[in-house]
T-cell receptor
Framework: DVKVTQSSRYLVKRTGEKVFLECVQD?????MFWYRQDPGLGLRLIYF???????EKGDIPEGYSVSREKKERFSLILESASTNQTSMYLC??????????????FGDGTRLSIL | QKEVEQDPGPLSVPEGAIVSLNCTYS??????FMWYRQYSRKGPELLMY????GNKEDGRFTAQVDKSSKYISLFIRDSQPSDSATYLC?????????FGTGTSLTVIP
């Protein structure tokens, strides 16, 4: 079974702090993704990466950055946390297909609260 | 217009009922079609995926894709209280994935 592990299930941080969310996958997937999920808004893509050291902006990258130094690990960084970044953060990974990426597999999420 | 439209519900059914969950989409280039189940305070779990039009069955679950109508469905037979969750449809073309906002389902014992 594919396993995507997010380092924290719940996290509470203060406004202005630099926050690191870590994600590790064990299936040698090329692609990794960070989403945030908010009620009524669904999943919104923040960043994705299709290879080590490669990254692409998603729909809502402002206030976030990412790092992918190893294939299995993808980190999301909140440069200066703000209260509007309180959300559920989901990491996902998928295999690169010949014409299209194969379905994504998700971790259990990090529920982040910024006070 | 959103790429993927999904009725948020909530949907409430008695145990044993047949459940039908649906999504419509606008982009004819979509290739993979997926259904995810998400329990409260957990991440989405891949339930079904299909690459083509037609039906795909897995136990009590059947995924149906109608590319001509740009419509996908998930049927749950003999629904159980453990099926109570939010169901998200998803589809992709190339590197882009698009998700519905999810339908909340409650199966009442």
């Amino acid at each position: 079974d594919v396993k995507v592990t997010q380092s924290s299930r719940y996290l509470v941080k203060r406004t202005g702090e630099k926050v690191f969310l870590e994600c590790v996958q064990d299936m040698d997937h090329e692609n990794m993704f960070w989403y945030r999920q908010d009620p009524g808004l669904g999943l919104r893509l923040i960043y994705f990466s299709y290879d080590v050291k490669m990254k692409e902006k998603g729909d809502i990258p402002e206030g976030y950055s990412v790092s992918r130094e190893k294939k299995e690990r993808f980190s999301l960084i909140l440069e200066s946390a703000s209260t509007n970044q309180t959300s559920m953060y989901l990491c996902a990974s998928s295999r690169q297909g010949a014409r299209s990426n194969q379905p994504q597999h998700f971790g259990d999420g990090t529920r982040l609260s910024i006070l | 217009q959103k790429e993927v439209e999904q009725d948020p519900g909530p949907l409430s059914v008695p145990e044993g009922a047949i459940v039908s969950l649906n999504c419509t989409y606008s982009n004819s280039a979509f290739q993979y079609f997926m259904w995810y189940r998400q329990y409260s305070r957990k991440g989405p779990e891949l339930l079904m995926y299909t690459y083509s039009s037609g039906n795909k069955e897995d136990g009590r679950f059947t995924a149906q894709v109608d590319k001509s109508s740009k419509y996908i469905s998930l049927f749950i037979r003999d629904s159980q209280p453990s099926d109570s969750a939010t169901y998200l449809c998803a589809m992709n073309t190339g590197n882009q994935f698009y998700f519905g906002t999810g339908t909340s389902l409650t199966v009442i014992p």
